[in-house]
């Protein structure tokens, strides 16, 4: 993996639509690319992480020229990704979102952001910690360079112990592969005290789609008709599979007590 520094003209984007899912206003991404390189995400296709050097100068002029608002940070590109244990973009947004008195939700795989821990803690802040599978196996496929499950989990517990809003998220939930896995999930979250768990079906769009497939093609070969069927002329799953994945979430979400949504 290569690390390379860039200068941005630009850090802050307005979320245009209402996030009912992250529920955040703005998003700032600190890195460019991710090194965790999941088959489920198009910001894993490069070899260069791209580290925005100039990201803080750039934040505190746009910060000064918007309304107040709840900023998203690892919208798209891991936060706290390995390039963070050098560059420390993200602890210093976390610094400059502390004095400027904005609120923000972190979204990550990385048991990393609990070296910041005492900083979150002087914040109005928010973490979604992301967990696809608690099989290995499932996971050296389609998330190679990521942290272990029990690191994550590890890292919700640590979060809630030290009193920071903290939930999970089953995103995205991979067709045909980690259903059985479901009801294990929302009990691993409940027991680590996650204060919700979010969950979304895996959209599969462009040079995304044929990675992804290829993927499949080499592990999962008996599942390509399924996903051709499942996924035909569009991005998104058919929206029944949709409705039988949501139904089943709620249900044992209801059964461990534990919110599907935000409601804090």
Same mark, same amino acid.
């Given at each position: ?191 680590? =005290?996650?204060?919700? !768990? #979010?969950? +979304?079906?895996? @959209? $599969?769009?462009? &040079?995304?789609?044929?990675?992804? %497939?290829?993927?499949?093609?080499? =592990?999962?070969?008996? !599942? #390509?008709? +399924?996903?051709? @069927? $499942?996924?035909? &002329?569009?991005?998104?799953?058919? %929206? ?8 089943? !979430? ?15």
């Amino acid at each position: 993996m290569e690390y390379k520094l860039i200068n941005c003209d630009s850090v802050v984007k307005k979320i245009t639509r209402k996030d009912a899912l992250f529920h955040g206003n703005y998003c700032v991404d600190p890195y460019q690319n991710c090194e965790f390189g999941c088959l489920y995400c198009d910001s894993s296709f490069e070899k260069i992480i791209y580290a925005k050097a100039n990201v803080v100068d750039v934040l505190k002029k746009e910060i000064a020229q918007i309304e107040h608002g709840r900023i998203i940070i690892g919208s798209v590109n891991d936060p706290y990704q390995n390039a963070e244990n050098t560059h420390q973009l993200t602890k210093n947004i976390l610094e400059t979102l502390a004095q400027y008195q904005f609120p923000c939700h972190i979204l990550t795989k990385s048991p990393l952001i609990l070296r910041d821990i005492d900083l979150l803690s002087s914040l109005q802040c928010m973490v979604t910690i992301s967990l696809t599978s608690l099989d290995d196996r499932v996971l050296r496929v389609f998330e190679p360079g990521a942290p272990s499950p029990k690191d994550r989990l590890k890292a919700v517990e640590k979060l809630r112990d030290n009193g920071i809003n903290t939930g999970v998220a089953m995103i995205p939930m991979i067709p045909y592969i980690v259903e059985s896995e479901i009801e294990r999930i929302v009990q691993a979250a409940n027991d680590v =005290h996650a204060q919700y !768990l #979010l969950h +979304k079906h895996l @959209e $599969l769009k462009g &040079d995304q789609e044929v990675l992804f %497939k290829n993927m499949l093609e080499i =592990h999962y070969p008996h !599942l #390509l008709p +399924k996903y051709d @069927e $499942l996924y035909k &002329d569009d991005f998104n799953p058919r %929206k029944q599979y949709i409705h039988e994945l949501n139904k089943m !979430l709620e249900l044992y979400c209801n059964k461990y007590r534990i919110p599907g949504k935000i409601t804090i």
